[in-house]
Structure formats: structure tokens, C-alpha cells
């Protein structure tokens, strides 16, 4: 018969050994997770990096005193308006600036820059602004932030239109990094139908984006409503934009094709590649 004290060091030494292996492994899962979130985080740095370059080079090589600029939305655009202030104020330039949404409007007020509208100011020297993805021809997706149409109008009003985004957005087909699909900008009544004229007409699905922080759909500064259209291959861009806007109830397309007229590209290794248009 076991003695009663071997029985019990055994089950001690059982407890302590399960103990052991359950700390390393948490510990070891909380490492692999910290190793994400750096990996996560040093990426985001190097992108709001690779932002910044392309905006700076951008609005140092293409404004001037005197000119009137078309200032586009998102995330990217923040860095171009921060170098265009700075120079305004050192270079003491007189520029006005024209948004392309309530989101521009309020980066040119904060940073006390000269609002103005097409009203006022219907041609304009040059348009800078962001991209969702970028192909090799300089086709554009736009919209990730609800502002294709008021984008669209102003970089159409300009006569350069010049594009910044960070190594991210770089493709050489429209897809291959985006996937998101293409936003269409369509009047609130005619969603439904715009949707299933442009899945019957080209495949893939057009979804109805929905909003974050608020119930029901995005509504647009023009309060419209957006589709993403999610397509299933590479198409004749410019064909397709024009189909699609030809549909009733489409307001615009997030296709800007023959708009661009150079990209920035912000590197990861802290250079900024140009792209101009091919030459046909």
C-alpha cells in the first residue's frame, strides 16, 4: 500500500507542474500578443510617416504665391494643410483655399488659411488631395470617406490635380489593395435599384455602406447615401464610370480616370516615388 504523504507530494507535484505549464503559456500567448500590437503599431508609424512625406513634397513643389488651391478630405490631406500653414506663414504667400468637404472646410479655418468657394473662385491653380489606391495608369478609387463628388468637382475645376497617399495605396490594378469596392454617391430613394442595375451590369455586389457611430446608413455631405461597389475584376475604368453614371439616381463614381495629373508616394524607407500619367 502507497504511504498517505506519497500520494499527496504527487498530487502537489502534479498541481505545480500544471500550474507552471498554464503561466507559461499565458505568458507566452501575451508575448506573441505584444509582439502583434508592436508589429500593429510601428506599422501605423511608418504609414503617418510615409503620409506626411507625400503631402510635404506635394505642396512644396506645386504651391506658389498667389495661386488659388483646391484642398481635398482625409487623413493624408491633414499633413498638406499643416505644411501649406507653415509656409504661408514663413514664405508669407497669399493663397485661398477651396475644400472639398466640411472636413477641409474646418482644416482651413483651424489653420487660418483663406476660405473660399467655387462660387468665388470657379478655377482654380491646383487641387491636392488623398487616394484609396492608385493603379499604374493613374486611375483613382476615392471615397473611402464619404467626399467623391465635392472631390471631384474641385479637382475637375482645377488645372493641376495632384495626388499624395502613402506606400500602401500602390497597385498596379485597381483591387489589389483596396477592397472595399468602389463608392457610388446615389440619391436615398434610388439605392435599391442603383445596386442591382450595376451587379447586373458588371457582376460583383453593391452594398449600402453603413454607418459607425450613428444608426442606419453614411449620408454624405450632400446628403446622399453611399454604395460600395465590391467588383469581381479589372474593367475599362472609364467605361464603367461612365455606364454606372448614366444609371438614374447616381449622383458620382469614386473612379476618377484621367484626372490625376502626378502621385506622391511616401515610402516605408522614407522616400517619396512620383507617378506620372503613361505616355500613350
Same mark, same amino acid.
Given at each position: 500500500?502507497?504511504?498517505?504523504?506519497?500520494?499527496?507530494?504527487? %498530487?502537489?507535484?502534479?498541481?505545480?507542474?500544471?500550474?507552471?505549464?498554464?503561466?507559461?503559456?499565458?505568458?507566452?500567448?501575451?508575448?506573441?500578443?505584444?509582439?502583434?500590437?508592436?508589429?500593429?503599431?510601428?506599422?501605423?508609424?511608418?504609414?503617418?510617416?510615409?503620409?506626411?512625406?507625400?503631402?510635404?513634397? %506635394?505642396?512644396?513643389?506645386?504651391?506658389?504665391?498667389?495661386?488659388?488651391?483646391?484642398?481635398?478630405?482625409?487623413?493624408?490631406?491633414?499633413?498638406?494643410?499643416?505644411?501649406?500653414?507653415?509656409?504661408?506663414?514663413?514664405?508669407?504667400?497669399?493663397?485661398?483655399?477651396?475644400?472639398?468637404?466640411?472636413?477641409?472646410?474646418?482644416?482651413?479655418?483651424?489653420?487660418?488659411?483663406?476660405?473660399?468657394?467655387?462660387?468665388?473662385?470657379?478655377?482654380?491653380?491646383?487641387?491636392?488631395?488623398?487616394?484609396?489606391?492608385?493603379?499604374?495608369?493613374?486611375?483613382?478609387?476615392?471615397?473611402?470617406?464619404?467626399?467623391?463628388?465635392?472631390?471631384?468637382?474641385?479637382?475637375?475645376?482645377?488645372?493641376? #490635380?495632384?495626388?499624395?497617399?502613402?506606400?500602401?495605396?500602390?497597385?498596379?490594378?485597381?483591387?489589389?489593395?483596396?477592397?472595399?469596392?468602389?463608392?457610388?454617391?446615389?440619391?436615398?430613394?434610388?439605392?435599391?435599384?442603383?445596386?442591382?442595375?450595376?451587379?447586373?451590369? #458588371?457582376?460583383?455586389? %453593391?452594398?449600402?455602406?453603413?454607418?459607425?457611430?450613428? %444608426?442606419?446608413?453614411?449620408?454624405?455631405?450632400?446628403?446622399?447615401?453611399?454604395?460600395?461597389?465590391?467588383? *469581381?475584376?479589372?474593367?475599362?475604368?472609364?467605361?464603367?464610370?461612365?455606364?454606372?453614371? +448614366?444609371?438614374?439616381?447616381?449622383?458620382?463614381?469614386?473612379? #476618377?480616370? *484621367? +484626372?490625376?495629373?502626378?502621385?506622391?508616394?511616401?515610402?516605408?524607407?522614407?522616400?517619396?516615388?512620383?507617378?506620372?500619367?503613361?505616355?500613350?
Amino acid at each position: 500500500m502507497i504511504p498517505q504523504r506519497w500520494v499527496e507530494f504527487a %498530487a502537489f507535484t502534479s498541481r505545480s507542474l500544471l500550474f507552471s505549464l498554464q503561466w507559461k503559456h499565458a505568458h507566452l500567448l501575451q508575448g506573441r500578443h505584444m509582439c502583434d500590437s508592436r508589429r500593429q503599431y510601428n506599422g501605423t508609424l511608418m504609414a503617418e510617416e510615409a503620409k506626411k512625406l507625400a503631402a510635404y513634397a %506635394a505642396v512644396d513643389n506645386h504651391i506658389q504665391n498667389n495661386q488659388v488651391v483646391g484642398v481635398g478630405s482625409g487623413s493624408t490631406i491633414v499633413y498638406a494643410v499643416d505644411r501649406l500653414a507653415e509656409r504661408v506663414r514663413q514664405e508669407k504667400l497669399n493663397i485661398v483655399c477651396v475644400p472639398t468637404s466640411f472636413q477641409a472646410r474646418q482644416l482651413i479655418l483651424q489653420h487660418g488659411l483663406t476660405l473660399s468657394d467655387l462660387d468665388r473662385h470657379p478655377e482654380l491653380d491646383v487641387a491636392i488631395d488623398g487616394a484609396d489606391e492608385v493603379d499604374a495608369a493613374l486611375t483613382l478609387i476615392k471615397g473611402g470617406g464619404g467626399c467623391l463628388t465635392q472631390e471631384k468637382i474641385v479637382a475637375d475645376c482645377a488645372k493641376h #490635380f495632384i495626388v499624395i497617399a502613402d506606400y500602401r495605396k500602390d497597385s498596379k490594378a485597381l483591387g489589389q489593395q483596396w477592397k472595399k469596392g468602389v463608392p457610388v454617391e446615389v440619391i436615398p430613394m434610388a439605392y435599391v435599384p442603383v445596386s442591382r442595375a450595376i451587379a447586373r451590369r #458588371f457582376g460583383g455586389e %453593391a452594398v449600402l455602406r453603413m454607418a459607425v457611430n450613428k %444608426a442606419g446608413p453614411v449620408v454624405t455631405d450632400n446628403s446622399n447615401f453611399i454604395l460600395d461597389w465590391k467588383f *469581381e475584376h479589372a474593367q475599362n475604368w472609364k467605361e464603367v464610370s461612365t455606364v454606372i453614371k +448614366m444609371i438614374p439616381g447616381v449622383v458620382e463614381t469614386g473612379l #476618377f480616370v *484621367e +484626372m490625376a495629373e502626378r502621385v506622391y508616394f511616401g515610402m516605408k524607407d522614407g522616400s517619396v516615388k512620383t507617378r506620372d500619367p503613361p505616355v500613350n
